[in-house]
């Protein structure tokens, strides 16, 4: 196993064992420096193959720049929670991949759908991207905020509780600096590799998406404070189930069609 990547998750043929896995305390923590060196690696690999997993990963990488610089320059509240918030949450996106490379493994559902979706040559550069940032944000990021405040919740303050959202919160900003960043480095880069581009959806209104974005973590938040109020695992796997449904839905709904789905769910906000 090479450097900085992310242990193999054991898995069986018993669906529910192997999704123990995906909020287990095994997962080892990604190094900052190596996994943005992977995230790197892996780019320069798949768009050389022309595999559509280069467009969500590339938005991720920038998305982790902007907040790892952000880090640097001091902007968060607990610049180590958000450090070890962000090592954690690139630690769900590698066991997922790793998952879906693994004939034996079983990736989790909200995965699979956007992993498939890439080896379909007829769906449109945003419509993958939206599917990756449907599952890392709402299915990954609630097992992940669960994973880093469960261990300190009930010992915070009312005002530490608060200054841990605000940061949550303040990576909103982060998204919506680099929006036009992810349309002009990779939406626009990378449309020339699909046989026909639909021009709704080369480039989708940045204010929508930033928009759409920002609701769907503030929903995260609250499903992961709830997560950590649960009262023990079976209410916690019976939470996840039903976020993942509802994800794997919206993933529906992004292939069938992406600009419809992002301007009625903001519509009926």
């Known amino acids: 196993m090479g450097a900085g990547q992310v242990g193999h998750i054991s898995?069986?043929?018993?669906?529910?064992?192997s999704q123990s896995a995906w909020f287990a305390d095994d997962l080892p923590p990604a190094d900052r420096?190596?996994?943005?060196?992977?995230?790197?690696?892996?780019?320069?690999?798949?768009e050389g193959a022309a595999d559509r997993r280069a467009f969500f990963l590339s938005c991720y990488a920038l998305m982790t720049r902007n907040v790892l610089a952000a880090i640097d320059a001091g902007d968060f509240h607990d610049p180590a929670w958000v450090s070890g918030l962000l090592?954690?949450?690139?630690?769900?996106?590698?066991?997922a991949l790793e998952c879906d490379e693994d004939p034996v493994a079983s990736t989790p559902d909200a995965w699979r759908l956007a992993f498939d979706a890439a080896r379909d040559p007829d769906?449109?550069?945003?419509?993958?991207l939206l599917l990756g940032i449907n599952a890392h944000i709402n299915y990954d990021l609630v097992l992940c905020l669960g994973d880093v405040l469960t261990p300190e919740w009930h010992t915070?303050?009312?005002?530490?509780?608060h200054a841990r959202y605000l940061d949550h919160c303040h990576i909103n900003g982060?998204?919506?600096?680099?929006?036009?960043?992810v349309q002009d480095e990779i939406v626009e880069r990378y449309s020339p590799w699909m046989a026909t581009v639909d021009a709704s959806l080369g480039r989708l209104d940045e204010w929508l998406v930033l928009k759409m974005i920002a609701r769907w973590r503030d929903e995260v938040w609250t499903q992961a404070v709830q997560r950590v109020e649960l009262p023990d695992e079976?209410?916690?796997e019976a939470q996840r189930r039903e976020i993942e449904e509802?994800?794997?839905?919206?993933g529906h709904l992004i292939r069938l069609d992406a600009v419809g789905m992002v301007r009625e769910m903001l519509d009926g906000a």
């Open 174 to 181: 982060i998204i919506g600096r680099t929006i036009d960043a």
């Open 11 to 17: 898995v069986t043929d018993d669906h529910d064992a």
């Open 33 to 46: 420096l190596e996994v943005t060196r992977r995230m790197a690696g892996l780019i320069r690999e798949w």
């Open 87 to 95: 090592d954690r949450f690139a630690d769900y996106y590698f066991a």
């Open 156 to 161: 915070l303050s009312d005002d530490a509780r």
């Open 123 to 128: 769906l449109e550069v945003m419509q993958h």
């Open 246 to 250: 509802s994800v794997v839905s919206r």
């Open 234 to 236: 079976t209410a916690r």
